[in-house]
């Protein structure tokens, strides 16, 4: 089956912790993006790589970090400079021509 | 500032009925636009997609119309499901494939 798998699915840390969301991809797309959702609110993206070892920032950034040295992986870490932490994590890949396909997300709650 | 947007955060339809879901955009560099459908605690599944070559663009029972000039698209559901009660995603983009911008969504509630 070709798909992407986040997880885990919830996700709990003390605050002052980092935390690294997996994100996995077998569709062989070379980009591969993270947003965060937040209730009542639309998807907002954090990261995004179009081609392994190069990604770039997206709209908040700001106290997340990623990483891509497998073309099927993008791990996201929520560095305790985040100022709020808690939200719903979904990571995407897509290929040019396509519509982003997502995977199934991942709860992080921080206290 | 937003660049897509979905100005009723809820929409309410009796079964059986058509829903129609709005988004307007501010850039007119968009030329690519995905609608796409989201249950609580899931990622969003891909509806629909339309190109700013065409107006309409249909799947079932899933119509979505582009009117290029006003920067206005919607999503026309015929007849409405109470499966189709979701959290409703626009997205635009300049190359297909790449760093959609996403709207707010419009929370659809189907009634039996």
């Known amino acids: 089956d070709g798909g992407i798998t986040q997880s885990p699915k919830y996700l709990f840390r003390k605050e002052g912790q980092n935390v690294t969301l997996s994100c996995e991809q077998n569709l062989n797309h070379d980009a591969m993006y993270w947003y965060r959702q937040d209730p009542g609110q639309g998807l907002r993206l954090i990261y995004y790589?179009?081609?392994?070892?190069?990604?770039q920032k997206g709209d908040i950034a700001e106290g997340y970090s990623v990483s891509r040295e497998k073309k099927e992986s993008f791990p996201l870490t929520v560095t305790s400079a985040q100022k709020n932490p808690t939200a719903f994590y979904l990571c995407?890949?897509?290929?040019?021509?396509?519509?982003?396909?997502f995977g199934p997300g991942t709860r992080l709650t921080v206290t | 500032d937003q660049q897509v947007k979905q100005n009723s955060p809820s929409l309410s339809v009796q079964e059986g009925r058509i829903s129609i879901l709005n988004c307007d955009y501010t850039n007119s560099m968009f030329d690519y636009f995905l609608w796409y459908k989201k249950y609580p605690a899931e990622g969003p599944t891909f509806l629909i997609s339309?190109?700013?070559?065409?107006d309409k663009n249909e799947d079932g029972r899933f119509t979505v119309f582009l009117n290029k000039s006003a920067k206005h698209l919607s999503l026309h559901i015929v007849p409405s499901q109470p499966g189709d009660s979701a959290v409703y995603f626009c997205?635009?983009?300049?190359?297909?494939?790449?760093?959609?911008?996403f709207g707010p969504g419009t929370r659809l509630s189907v009634l039996p």
């Open positions: 339309i190109s700013s070559i065409k």
């Open positions: 790589s179009q081609i392994v070892n190069d990604f």
């Open positions: 995407a890949s897509s290929q040019q021509g396509y519509a982003q396909y």
């Open positions: 997205a635009a983009s300049v190359v297909f494939g790449q760093n959609f911008v």
